[in-house]
């Protein structure tokens, strides 16, 4: 016997109307978290490892570089590119900003922690090693 899932309604956004800086658009379902994140030139989010998911960033608009375990990438319009889990990673926009869609399975809130490059312990964003 086949599950049935409640329906719902689907709706269409338009990604490259959503304004703001950081996380500007996000949805979930019962099987996926999705994110827009526009950031203007220079900035995006600092290194972090996500030790439970593979991530799916996917390029909309402008351009960046993308930095995983130490290694840059450079990160364009119509890029797609799949971060494993437990790989360290950090996005800086490019000149023109950069705006990408992060998709994963759904989990509770965000789980991410801080590369500590002293040699401590990895951290959570603003919280202390332990």
């Not at 899932?5 to 019962?30: C, E, F, H, K, Y």
């Not at 351009?63 to 590119?81: K, M, N, Q, S």
Request: hydrophobic share 35%; net charge neutral.
């Amino acid at each position: 016997m086949s599950r049935r899932r409640a329906q719902r309604p689907v709706s269409v956004v338009d990604l490259l109307a959503a304004r703001g800086l950081g996380p500007i658009w996000g949805n979930a379902t019962d099987d996926l978290n999705l994110t827009l994140l526009s950031w203007p030139e220079g900035e995006g989010p600092a290194e972090h490892i996500n030790d439970e998911r593979d991530v799916v960033i996917v390029v909309i608009d402008g351009e960046g570089t993308l930095l995983l375990d130490g290694v840059e990438h450079g990160l364009r319009v119509g890029h797609a590119v799949v971060v494993p889990m437990g790989v360290s990673r950090a996005i800086t926009a490019g000149p023109n900003g950069l705006r990408y869609l992060s998709v994963h399975r759904r989990r509770g809130g965000l789980q991410i922690s801080r590369v500590d490059r002293s040699g401590g312990t990895e951290r959570p964003p603003g919280g202390s090693a332990t």
